[in-house]
């Protein structure tokens, strides 16, 4: 699980509360619950967005929320490790030796790059097979997190049609004060409801799953960078030094400390 998106979210929503019950206590809650304003929209929300796209493209969005609370390791250093030693075989005993270290190999993507190179398939072609698949793979992530800043905009524009409905109510029962209350209770809470699920849910998991996927293709950038390389037969020292631009500084002084390797000082962030 990836605690630092769980934490915010639970510490956004405490502050909420604690904002309403301050002075107010406990029973003040009461009054922010109301179940028209609710379905109203939330119910509008997700109903506008069903409208607009397939059900599996619904139902893949709405799983994209489960994607952004749990840790994802894109560990760039530990790929570039890989790689050195993958090009120490192929220095050593050949392409055709790759064929047997791709059965280890856990990452489909470079697994299938492993053996495009050990099939002997021409270096363009080996980059071109790659790179498309890594759009298909940013085009797939994309469009999941469309998915929430598409519903992070139809929370308050269905928050607004929820006040809009409560002010015509509102307005068309003035004669009798007992309504007013509810009326404007609705008007107002549905316009809170909005913002909650635009700024406490959508936008955060949106932006998290952004990261997600950049983190995501810049690694599989590296293997590609990485494959091709040893295609090439690059010495292994070179492709090293090559991967290691991927890196920020403090990573790049980090990886070259556990490989006992000098680095030469600069930036650090």
């Known amino acids: 699980m990836d605690f630092a998106t769980i934490i915010g979210l639970v510490v956004a929503l405490a502050l909420v509360i604690f904002g309403i019950v301050n002075g107010n206590g406990m029973s003040a809650i009461m ?17 506008a967005l069903l409208a607009s796209m397939k059900i599996k493209d619904f139902t893949t969005g709405l799983k994209g929320i489960l994607v952004a609370i749990k840790e994802q390791k894109y560990d760039q ?11 120490n075989v192929a220095r050593k005993e ?10 280890n190999l856990e990452d489909p993507f470079m697994k299938k790059g492993i053996l495009l190179i050990v099939d002997g ?7 071109g097979i790659l790179e498309t698949e890594l759009s298909c793979i940013e085009a797939r992530h994309q469009k999941v997190s469309g998915f929430w800043l598409t519903l992070s905009g139809n929370g308050p524009a269905w928050g607004m049609i ?21 009326a ?6 549905t316009t809170l409801y909005g913002s909650l699920l635009a700024n406490w849910i959508c936008n955060p998991v949106a932006f998290k799953l952004n990261v997600d996927n950049e983190m995501e293709i810049t690694l599989k950038e590296v293997m590609i960078e990485g494959l091709l390389s040893i295609q090439a037969g690059e010495n292994p020292r070179v492709i090293e030094e090559k991967l290691k631009s991927f890196l920020a500084p403090a990573d790049r ?3 070259s400390a556990e490989n006992g390797e000098g680095e030469p000082g600069g930036e650090q962030a």
């Open 31 to 47: 009054a922010f619950l109301d179940a028209p304003s609710a379905l109203i929209t939330f119910g509008g929300a997700f109903g």
């Open 77 to 87: 250093m530990a790929t570039i490790k890989q790689i050195i030693e993958l090009s």
């Open 94 to 103: 050949g392409l055709l030796a790759l064929e047997e270290a791709a059965s």
């Open 121 to 127: 398939t021409e270096p363009d072609l080996v980059r």
């Open 162 to 182: 929820g006040t809009l409905i409560g002010l015509v109510n509102m307005l068309k029962s003035l004669d009798d004060p007992s309504t007013i209350g509810p």
């Open 184 to 189: 404007m209770a609705v008007a107002l809470i």
């Open 253 to 255: 002084a980090k990886y």
